[in-house]
């Protein structure tokens, strides 16, 4: 049976059960129990502390986990990445109080008091950069710890600034990390068919967000120009229909684009342009 671990709350909670839920996990879409069981998919939830995740994995005692990249770097276990997510993406940046920006973050930052409640990952940055600071470890927010005296500056996970802002801050520097929700393993452990599966699946909701169907009607002459705008993934689906000169075509295009390809077969005289959604792939 898969062991998988699942993010109890946070910002990760509700689109990873979700996720779950499209790829066909019902059972993973509710975090009410510490443990859910799901026979049908011979799989086993396990809702833990998104912080915590990586440790378990790491352990070999849960086979794959969601959580934070931010959070696997800080932890510093023994597990990989096998699959971004794509959701609760933001930034990892350092912030000062607004008299202090310079252009010259690496000087602003250097023999200061940086607070953070990722010390783990910090640490390991302030290395990259090669910048000697002082770590200040808080649990939780860190917004007002220049405020309150305990640092010159802050080290947080940014979705938008507004808090940083509002108590004062400004981010300085590039971004230390690029965050978003990431699948992961214990390092160095060989693929199994169920961890196979369970990717495979998640990677179909990819697939099947990104894309919509497109079915149309169109002159037998121009289907070439047709296929090129709506290739498709392999190629697209076309059959002769009864009306003789006329054929129909169905093919997958990104959901994006969709409104500008039915422009363009419109206009070259397709008719009959039907969109429909996909609630499941395999590729």
């Not at 023999?111 to 770590?135: C, F, H, K, P």
């Not at 190629?235 to 997958?252: K, Y």
């Not at 422009?263 to 499941?280: F, H, K, N, P």
């Amino acid at each position: 049976m898969l062991r998988v671990a699942l993010p109890n709350k946070g910002q990760l909670s509700d689109p990873a059960r979700e996720m779950l839920r499209e790829a066909g996990y019902p059972a993973a879409h509710s975090a009410r129990e510490l443990v859910v069981l799901d026979p049908d998919n011979d799989v086993e939830f396990f809702f833990l502390r998104p912080r915590d995740i990586a440790t378990y994995v790491a352990t070999g005692q849960l086979d794959v986990g969601i959580t934070g990249l931010d959070m696997l770097i800080d932890s510093g276990s023994d597990a990989e990445v096998i699959l971004e997510l794509g959701f609760a993406r933001s930034a990892f940046r350092f912030a000062v109080p607004a008299a202090d920006v310079t252009d010259d973050a690496a000087a602003v930052l250097a023999g200061r008091r940086i607070a953070t409640s990722y010390d783990g990952l910090l640490r390991s940055r302030l290395a990259d950069l090669g910048i000697e600071a002082t770590v200040v470890k808080l649990d939780g927010a860190v917004e007002n710890a220049v405020r309150l005296g305990v640092a010159d500056a802050v080290a947080d996970v940014v979705e938008t600034g507004t808090t940083l802002k509002q108590a004062g801050l400004v981010v300085v520097g590039e971004a230390l990390l690029d965050n978003q929700a990431v699948l992961i393993r214990r390092t160095g452990v060989e693929p199994s068919g169920a961890v196979d599966t369970f990717v495979r699946r998640l990677q179909g909701v990819f697939v099947a967000r990104s894309y919509v169907l497109v079915d149309y009607d169109i002159r037998a002459e121009h289907v070439e120009t047709a296929c090129a705008i709506t290739p498709g993934i392999e190629s697209p689906t076309v059959s002769p229909l009864h009306d003789q000169g006329w054929v129909a075509v169905r093919a997958m295009v990104p959901k994006r684009e969709v409104h500008r390809i039915m422009d363009e077969l419109y206009d070259l005289g397709a008719r009959g342009i039907l969109v429909t959604d996909i609630l499941a792939c395999r590729l």
